[in-house]
């Protein structure tokens, strides 16, 4: 049965109101008073927002960011400044002509990335809250790599906090840099960051896995041929030859085989995970392998950045696709397999040149 909502009926003069209507009353009051985040920073109201950290303090005169309410349909506890997915539906327990709708969140799944909300409070299981979903507000982050070079955020699946990427919808203002007890952070560590929907114009892209096979985030994903279409969607799979000469890059987290995902699309700077260690300018392409990465050394890609290895031990570089095309030196089967090719430097006598073009998508 669907949980009664607090505050969505009318009431009239003369109506008697119960005393868990007036404890509901006075526990909104009381979050509206006094926010406690994590890492020792407090948010409270005196004249106005003042965020709290230590002895400092810094007074906004309104909240930057625009809420709304939304009721938690997923089967996980939403704690606060979490990351949420966007329901398909507006939840609401009366007719809709008789009472005002609500948003459905859930934990992010791999299809919410570019497209998320952060709680502006702990909301458990089929309970109603406030989420943000524009302007400026509190986030959880995560980081694989330190720097200001991954400078935006995104949703990853499973996941309550941000990840930070070169990718994502929101831009980190600013970041806790230390722990409580003024500790370096790990990169892993999860911290309270000031992010910013900025309106960046990251194009993504609704995917089906048609395959037979799952895909991890960061991975190429190639189309599956036919109409392009599956379940309204685009219709991909993994590569199945190496040096693809057409794919896109799967962000959000792994998309099992027959779940729904999104892609990036365009010539990026997109983050991609690869097979190996590599080293900048270097040209890269997809691998068939398990799992199918990207791959040094082969078609179409070249590497923008290498940012190392992250602590679950995977090799992860920041890639671009490659608009000139490759010459090959001719070798005994350049289609069958473009990673065995040798690419041809410029102070070559480029004679016997094969140019390697394989299928745009996988049959």
Request: aromatic share 6%; charged share 20%; hydrophobic share 40%.
């Amino acid at each position: 049965m669907r949980p009664q909502l607090p505050g969505t009926g009318i009431i009239h003069k003369g109506d008697p109101i119960g005393a868990k209507f007036l404890s509901d009353i006075s526990a909104r009051a009381d979050l509206a008073a006094s926010m406690v985040g994590i890492n020792g920073v407090a948010v409270r109201v005196e004249r106005g927002r003042i965020v709290v950290s230590g002895e400092r303090g810094l007074q906004m005169p309104s909240e930057p960011g625009a809420f709304i309410r939304v009721i938690n349909t997923g089967t996980t506890d939403l704690g606060v400044y979490a990351a949420v997915g966007l329901g398909d539906n507006f939840y609401t327990n009366r007719p809709r002509s008789l009472t005002s709708r609500i948003l459905e969140v859930h934990e992010p799944e791999a299809y919410d990335a570019g497209s998320f909300a952060i709680t502006l409070e702990a909301i458990k299981q089929d309970n109603a809250g406030l989420a943000w979903f524009s302007g400026v507000c509190l986030a959880r982050l995560v980081r694989q790599f330190n720097g200001p070079l991954l400078g935006r955020a995104d949703s990853i699946a499973g996941e309550q906090a941000l990840r930070a990427s070169i990718n994502g919808p929101v831009r980190i203002l600013w970041e806790e840099t230390t722990d409580p007890d003024g500790g370096a952070l790990d990169p892993e560590e999860e911290h309270l960051a000031v992010i910013h929907w900025d309106g960046r114009g990251d194009t993504y892209m609704d995917w089906h896995n048609s395959g037979g096979a799952s895909v991890d985030h960061g991975c190429p994903v190639v189309s599956s041929g036919g109409t392009g279409i599956s379940t309204s969607r685009l219709g991909m799979t993994r590569p199945s030859t190496d040096g693809a000469f057409f794919c896109m890059v799967n962000v959000g987290g792994t998309v099992a085989a027959g779940d729904n995902g999104k892609v990036i699309t365009g010539i990026g700077p997109i983050m991609a995970r690869l097979n190996g260690a590599t080293s900048a300018m270097r040209s890269c392409g997809t691998l068939a392998s398990t799992p199918a990465t990207f791959c040094a050394d082969s078609l179409f890609w070249r590497t923008l950045a290498y940012l190392g290895q992250n602590v679950a031990s995977e090799y992860w570089a920041i890639i671009q696709r490659d608009t000139t095309p490759t010459l090959l030196k001719a070798t005994s089967d350049v289609v069958a397999d473009a990673i065995d090719c040798e690419v041809a430097t410029e102070d070559e006598v480029l004679s016997g040149v094969t140019l390697n073009l394989p299928v745009p998508w996988e049959a």
